[in-house]
């Protein structure tokens, strides 16, 4: 069997200057590009999932509540939409778009561009356990790990390398992932913004 990096949407809009940033969002990508120069043979597959939103309706509010609607982001062909310049993808095999015209915040409602989905492709190169890192902690990084978890996948959170939207979401989703049995490894900080 095998294991993979999962990056989640470490994405221009979720870093500093973003339409939707989190604080050490660019910090993010420097550490995971750092990660994966430093230890080269640590995962046998590495994945990443893009926010990809096109007309995904409530999803974006006028004013946003920040709970189920959220300012314009990741929109498709706009360079908030592209990957962090910090992050390095050389080693990306595969980019899994989501929310195309609805909300979604899981890695595992997005697609190939071929159409296959995240848990399929997984499972196509006997990937059974997985890291997951990215943005936002407490929100599509929290999503992602414990769908990987409901799917059966040996699921670990390296804190180290997320970076969280408030103290009080980030708290609900590690309680929800400690509780789903994904392993929290790191410690979980929020950034000064």
Known sequence: MANALIIVDVQNDFCEGGSLAVAGGAGVAAGISRLLAAAPQRWDHVVAT????????????????????????????????????????????????KGEHAAAYSGFEGHADGGECLADWLRRHDVDRVDVVGIATDHCVRATALDAAREGFDTTVLLDLTAAVAPATLDVALRAMQGAGVTLQGEAVMRAA
């Open 50 to 97: 893009k926010d990809y939103h096109v007309d995904p309706g409530a999803h974006f509010g006028d004013p946003p509540d920040y709970v189920d609607s959220w300012p314009r982001h990741c929109v498709v062909g706009t360079p908030g939409s592209e990957f962090h310049p910090e992050l390095e993808t050389g080693r990306v095999e595969a980019i899994f778009h």
